[in-house]
Nanobody
Framework: QDQLVESGGGLVQPGGSLRLSCQAS????????IGWFRQAPGKEREAVSC????????YYVDSVKGRFSISRDNAKNTAYLQMNNLKFDDTAVYYC??????????????????WGKGTLVTVSQ
């Protein structure tokens, strides 16, 4: 069966860094776009980043530009989200997901397929 498992979440101080991993099993991640999303309590789910199947198009929401970076290691069937200079507003459950492709203009993931269960990131002093 297809499965995505996130890891790497935890408690971190403001200004700190964290790397999230998204491990796929049962299918090859290289065939899909990969997105990272987050949801804080009482807030809507938000698209954070997306990387295309060929790494040719990358999207970041404005609030994380310059701080977060998305990548993939096809040999390990794993995607990553490196998060630097973390802020209180970054606190959320982070989810990874596969998608059929990306929007031509923006690079946002489109045609979502499979979702992980999430990993909690808490930014606190």
């Amino acid at each position: 069966q297809d499965q995505l498992v996130e890891s790497g979440g935890g408690l971190v101080q403001p200004g700190g860094s964290l790397r999230l991993s998204c491990q796929a099993s049962g299918f090859n991640l290289k065939s899909y776009a990969i997105g990272w999303f987050r949801q804080a309590p009482g807030k809507e789910r938000e698209a954070v980043s997306c990387i295309g199947p060929d790494d040719g198009k990358i999207y970041y929401v404005d609030s994380v530009k310059g701080r977060f970076s998305i990548s993939r290691d096809n040999a390990k069937n794993t995607a990553y989200l490196q998060m630097n200079n973390l802020k209180f507003d970054d606190t959320a459950v982070y989810y990874c997901a596969t998608a059929l492709g990306v929007v031509v203009g923006s690079g946002e993931c489109a045609g979502m397929l499979n979702w992980g269960k999430g990993t909690l990131v808490t930014v606190s002093q």
